[in-house]
Structures are given as structure tokens and as C-alpha cells.
């Protein structure tokens, strides 16, 4: 078996979300992300490969280096592309520190996210609805596998905060110092768009603000990175 048309036009096409969620497939690269994934729960559906890596399993596609960059979304291919099957999401159980993500757009943020999440023992994300797709392929790379640990769910945001039964913090320039707050064990945590913040009808149904002081002594910076922002938060309430 080699790379044939059908291959190729189904692995394109998966990077339009329209495709993934036709196909119910998305695509894993490089040869540490791809093992993260055949080592969890997703199914996987088909794997590439220029070399004998991955020759145990019965449904790999050897393909030359070529061929890897015609179907690679990455500037230096790394040796493998996979297929997995996206899994039916579910609704996981609240339990300890909930990320909230209010529209984050920008596909390497959600993927760092991802990743700082795994790294602080945050199980679940809650994401509004128009939240950059978890298996884009450019959230996928940049969560390496974090995202095999980590359960995401897109929802009705404030229908899901207006439900809760924890304390509700979001980020804002406006809010608390984070270094003089007692924060709880169990508690949501919600960050906001890259460029407006945590939108008003999302605040709303905010217990607390917190906010990132600035100590530089010349106060030009607008704002931290929504993903830095993120682990600083994510430290002081594990803290």
C-alpha cells in the first residue's frame, strides 16, 4: 500500500473543521505526539510513515519524505502522520479546579493551554462554543499529547456558569491582585478572548476578578498573552 489520491484528499480536507467533523477524524504529527496518542484511549484509523517506527502496526502506509510533506501541516516534517478518530465527547464530572475558555481564537494558545492544564492537574476544560476546534491540527501540535490526558467540552458557556455550584474567578485587568487572594481547591477559572477579555455576559456571572499585577516601572504593556496569563493563574491556585 502507498499514499494514494483518496489518502491524500481526506488528509487535506481534515484541515477544515467542516472535514473533521464529516470524517469524525483528525490528523497527529511527529513521532512523540502520534506515540502519546497510540498509547491512550483514541482509535486510531490509519498511520503514515517514511520509516519502520511504527511497522507493528497492521494498518500503516509506508510513504517517502516527499510524499510526508504533501500531507504535513508542519514547516519540517517529522517521520509519521496519523489519522485518529475523534471521540464521541461527553460530559465529564465537575471535580477540583475547571478551566473556562471564553472564545480563544487563536489555535497555538488553546494548544499551550492544553498543555499548561495537563501540567497543573486541571482534568477538564469548559469552552464556549466559538472556542478554536480542539483538533485543529495546529491545537493538537501545540498541546504534544497533552490532549490524550485532558478532557475538553464545547458548551453553552453561560448556561454552564449560571448551573455551577463552585466560586466562578475570571481574569480581568481590573480585578484583584492574584498574590493577595486565598484561592480555593475548587473553583472555575475563566480566561477570555485573546484581543477583548472575558465578555460582558460572561462576567456576569462572575464571584470574583483576578488580575496579574504589573511590576515593570514603565507601564506600556497592555497585557499578557492570554496562554502566560494562564500558567501564572493555573500556579497560584495550586499554590
Given at each position: 500500500?502507498?499514499?494514494?489520491?483518496?489518502?491524500?484528499?481526506?488528509?487535506?480536507?481534515?484541515?477544515?473543521?467542516?472535514?473533521?467533523?464529516?470524517?469524525?477524524?483528525?490528523?497527529?504529527?511527529?513521532?512523540?505526539?502520534?506515540?502519546?496518542?497510540?498509547?491512550?484511549?483514541?482509535?486510531?484509523?490509519?498511520?503514515?510513515?517514511?520509516?519502520?517506527?511504527?511497522?507493528?502496526?497492521?494498518?500503516?502506509?509506508?510513504?517517502?519524505?516527499?510524499?510526508?510533506?504533501?500531507?504535513?501541516?508542519?514547516?519540517?516534517?517529522?517521520?509519521?502522520l496519523a489519522l485518529f478518530?475523534?471521540?464521541?465527547?461527553?460530559?465529564?464530572?465537575?471535580?477540583?479546579?475547571?478551566?473556562?475558555?471564553?472564545?480563544?481564537?487563536?489555535?497555538?494558545?488553546?494548544?499551550?493551554?492544553?498543555?499548561?492544564?495537563?501540567?497543573?492537574?486541571?482534568?477538564?476544560i469548559v469552552c464556549s462554543?466559538?472556542?478554536?476546534?480542539?483538533?485543529?491540527?495546529?491545537?493538537?501540535?501545540?498541546?504534544?499529547?497533552?490532549?490524550?490526558?485532558?478532557?475538553?467540552?464545547?458548551?453553552?458557556?453561560?448556561?454552564?456558569?449560571?448551573?455551577?455550584?463552585?466560586?466562578?474567578?475570571?481574569?480581568?485587568?481590573?480585578?484583584?491582585?492574584?498574590?493577595?487572594?486565598?484561592?480555593?481547591?475548587?473553583?472555575?477559572?475563566?480566561?477570555?478572548?485573546?484581543?477583548?477579555?472575558?465578555?460582558?455576559?460572561?462576567?456576569?456571572?462572575?464571584?470574583?476578578?483576578?488580575?496579574?499585577?504589573?511590576?515593570?516601572?514603565?507601564?506600556?504593556?497592555?497585557?499578557?498573552?492570554?496562554?502566560?496569563?494562564?500558567?501564572?493563574?493555573?500556579?497560584?491556585?495550586?499554590?
Amino acid at each position: 500500500m502507498s499514499l494514494s489520491k483518496n489518502h491524500l484528499k481526506l488528509i487535506t480536507s481534515l484541515r477544515q473543521k467542516k472535514y473533521r467533523q464529516k470524517h469524525k477524524m483528525f490528523v497527529v504529527e511527529g513521532v512523540k505526539v502520534v506515540k502519546e496518542f497510540l498509547n491512550s484511549s483514541f482509535e486510531l484509523y490509519q498511520l503514515f510513515s517514511v520509516d519502520s517506527t511504527f511497522d507493528e502496526f497492521a494498518n500503516v502506509v509506508p510513504i517517502s519524505e516527499q510524499e510526508l510533506k504533501k500531507i504535513s501541516n508542519l514547516t519540517s516534517p517529522n517521520k509519521v502522520l496519523a489519522l485518529f478518530k475523534i471521540p464521541e465527547l461527553y460530559e465529564s464530572k465537575d471535580s477540583g479546579l475547571i478551566l473556562a475558555l471564553d472564545a480563544i481564537n487563536d489555535p497555538g494558545n488553546l494548544g499551550t493551554i492544553i498543555r499548561l492544564c495537563d501540567w497543573f492537574g486541571v482534568e477538564k476544560i469548559v469552552c464556549s462554543k466559538d472556542t478554536v476546534d480542539c483538533f485543529n491540527a495546529k491545537v493538537v501540535q501545540a498541546s504534544m499529547g497533552s490532549l490524550t490526558r485532558v478532557s475538553l467540552s464545547y458548551v453553552n458557556l453561560s448556561t454552564y456558569l449560571k448551573e455551577t455550584n463552585v466560586p466562578i474567578y475570571t481574569a480581568d485587568m481590573d480585578g484583584e491582585n492574584v498574590y493577595t487572594n486565598k484561592l480555593p481547591k475548587k473553583a472555575v477559572l475563566v480566561m477570555g478572548n485573546e484581543a477583548n477579555g472575558v465578555s460582558d455576559e460572561i462576567s456576569s456571572f462572575s464571584n470574583y476578578t483576578l488580575t496579574i499585577p504589573r511590576f515593570g516601572k514603565i507601564q506600556k504593556t497592555e497585557s499578557l498573552n492570554v496562554a502566560t496569563a494562564t500558567a501564572i493563574l493555573l500556579s497560584e491556585f495550586r499554590r
